[in-house]
């Protein structure tokens, strides 16, 4: 990137990458190198890619931020802010397409407001995908939109912040490459051995394309989403929130209440089975989560 500075002028532009401390802030057309101001340590902030900010810009040394506009919405895994949409990227095979994970990254999208688009990859390995095809119709009849080409994948990509995400492995940098070849990303090679892909990528960042911006993250081979209750759980999985609306109780976590509409839907086939299960497996996961911190709590000296 091309470091420029204007002396003694105060601007507003947007974090494109955080590396080591620094902050490349993208103004008019230019990137300036800035650091954070002590006082965001002070109350507890951390800039992060994606941030709208105010920052100086000195000649000869380098700016600093001193204003956070405030977020449209951010994600922890990988730290970046004010997303349109996100790219999941999904293996057909090595590794194999795995629903339940593309169901933890559609929880985490759907609570954040964030558009998902699933991508799948490496179609050129599966010799039958009939078995993948259920699954896909299955999310595109939710809503989803799904693409399987690099050329479909771009018309989603104009004038938006789209964020890519997926399991190690799946070819994020390799996709991305192919969709901006100037980007000459670090790709990995998946580790027989280990059975998943090396982490390839270092640091967030974003990049120009379509008259948008794409992000470049960090792989990774789990997902913590950020529901904590049974009611934004169920809110996550759109079929099911729209059935649930029939439900006796409006607090009805689908498990045993009576009058619920939704499982009576699951047998019908109007929702999928393997969806429900996810639902389920997901509250059993949260449920259990509560009753660990109520127990660590409990043991927390008065």
């Known amino acids: 990137m091309n470091l420029l500075s204007v002396k003694g002028v105060h601007l507003k ?16 057309g230019k990137v300036y190198q800035t650091r954070a101001r002590g006082n965001f340590r002070k109350k507890g902030q951390t800039p992060y890619v994606g941030d709208e900010v105010e920052f100086s810009a000195e000649k000869d040394s380098e700016g600093y931020i001193l204003k ?23 293996s057909a095979k090595e590794p194999d397409f795995n629903p339940n994970l593309l169901d933890r990254f559609l929880v985490l999208l759907e609570q954040k407001a964030i558009r ?5 990859s490496k179609l050129d390995l599966l010799r039958d ?9 299955t999310y595109q009849a939710i809503g989803y939109d799904i693409a399987k080409t690099v050329e479909e994948l771009l018309q989603f990509l104009i ?14 940098s390799t996709l991305l490459n192919k969709i901006a070849p100037d980007l000459k990303l670090e790709t990995g090679e998946i580790s027989e051995s280990l059975g998943r892909g090396r982490h390839t ?7 120009n394309l379509n008259g948008g911006k ?26 099911i929130a729209a059935v649930s609306r029939d439900c006796k109780f409006r607090s009805c976590t689908h498990t045993h209440e009576p009058n619920c509409a939704v499982k009576p ?38």
Do not use: W
């Open 68 to 90: 956070i506009a405030e977020r449209q919405n951010s994600l922890v895994r990988p730290p970046i802010v004010n997303i349109d949409q996100a790219v999941v990227i999904m």
């Open 129 to 137: 995908d009939a078995e993948l095809d259920v699954f896909l119709k």
């Open 214 to 239: 794409i992000a470049d993250t960090p792989g990774f081979s789990s997902l913590d989403y950020e529901v904590d209750n049974a009611e934004e759980l169920n809110r996550a999985f759109p079929e």
């Open 201 to 207: 990528t270092r640091a967030v960042s974003f990049y």
């Open 159 to 172: 004038r938006k912040k789209t964020v890519f995400m997926g399991q190690t492995g799946v070819g994020k």
């Open 13 to 28: 532009g947007i974090i494109v990458k955080a590396l080591a401390g620094f902050y490349y802030v993208e103004s008019e």
């Open 265 to 302: 839907a699951v047998v019908k086939g109007q929702i999928a089975s393997f969806r429900f299960e996810d639902y389920l497996q997901f509250l059993s996961e949260i449920e259990h989560r509560r009753e660990t911190y109520k127990k660590i709590a409990k043991k927390q000296p008065k």
């Open 116 to 120: 998902p688009i699933i991508y799948i």
